[in-house]
């Protein structure tokens, strides 16, 4: 929404009305829409019905998106929805031939991006720095990563913070390095700030069993670009995508599987001049092209281009 609020401030033909579901009413929806008179809608999954019903009947003829941003983890929970919508918004481009295809919609892949306001370069106490952190939930996924890593974990300066760590097989030798709950972005940002190796370890595409067409995770997910926005150092599950947001090795660093996972960790922790270069140039290329506000232009360029193909 602050993306949004800044483009509206800096280009020509472009202005928007946000409506929280949860603190606006459905009459104050339908005076923003007889007074606003907008091309067009988008609508967050959460938000998606009834609402939906709602826009139509008020403004009956503009185009409505469904706007997802948990593909394809949670495809089982909205795929139903898509019918409903005139097409697609998504954050993964592993999901686009589906709703193009199968569901028969136009959709467009808008990949997640930073604010960097939240995420910046900072100096940290003592008590934000590891050798090695990871924030981030336990999925299903993550966990016989980091059991499979507790030997090397165990003779480093470690953090791992987030939800249900506990189930870790490992969890008692590791805990003195575990912080169990949630933390705000500012507190995140801190600790990739004190990390010399921030891991991203993505999502397995079904960790939950909600993602029944099996379609592919191919694009990095927000984290990828917090860190970088940090300008900290991070090793990330290879992504189908990850190239085309940073030159490999040079910019940005992945990783396929354990052992080669732990050979990079070893490689740079002992290499700092490299690190450090590495990551200068990923915080570059995410501050020039991947905030939420590049990534909101474009989308509005996307916007327009899909109006105008509708009018012909």
């Known amino acids: 929404m602050s993306a ?15 409506h929280y579901t949860t603190s606006h009413s459905l009459p104050s929806l339908a005076e923003k829409i007889k007074r606003f008179r907008p091309h067009i809608a988008l609508v967050f ?9 709602h826009i139509r009947k008020w403004a009956p003829t503009i185009p409505i998106g469904l706007w997802v941003v948990n593909d394809p ?19 993964d481009s592993g999901c686009v ?3 193009r295809r199968v569901k028969k919609r136009p959709s467009f892949h808008v990949p997640l991006a930073v604010n960097p306001a939240d995420y910046r ?21 993550r966990l016989p990563v980091i059991d499979r890593l507790h030997p090397f974990l165990l003779q480093k300066k470690f953090i791992i913070i987030g939800d249900g760590w506990e189930k870790l097989k490992h969890y008692q030798q590791l805990k003195r390095g575990i912080i169990s709950k949630k933390i705000p972005p500012d507190e995140v940002a801190r600790y990739y700030n004190g990390a010399k190796i921030v891991l991203n370890i993505h999502r397995t595409s079904d ?4 993602n029944p ?16 926005a940090c300008g900290s150092f991070q090793l990330a599950t290879k992504r189908a995508d990850l190239g085309r947001f940073y030159q490999m090795n040079k910019e940005m660093v992945d990783y396929l599987g354990i052992e080669d996972l732990k ?3 070893i490689y740079y922790l002992q290499h700092e001049h490299q690190r450090k270069a590495i990551a200068r140039g990923a915080y570059r290329r995410t501050l020039k092209e991947h905030t939420y506000v590049a990534r909101m232009r474009k989308l509005v360029g996307i916007l327009h281009g899909y109006l105008q193909k509708r009018k012909r």
């Open 4 to 18: 949004f609020e800044k483009l509206q401030k800096n280009m020509r033909n472009f202005s928007f009305q946000p």
């Open 45 to 53: 999954c959460k938000d998606a019905h009834p609402i939906t019903a």
């Open 73 to 91: 983890y949670h495809l089982k929970d909205y795929e139903w929805m898509v019918s409903s919508y005139d097409f697609m918004l998504t954050q």
């Open 97 to 99: 031939p589906y709703y």
């Open 121 to 141: 370069p900072m100096n940290v106490p003592l008590s934000y720095q590891s050798d090695i952190c990871f924030i981030g939930s336990a999925w299903p996924g």
């Open 207 to 210: 960790d939950l069993g909600r």
């Open 213 to 228: 067409r099996k379609l592919p995770a191919r694009t990095p997910n927000n984290r990828t670009f917090d860190i970088a």
């Open 263 to 265: 050979r990079k960790m």
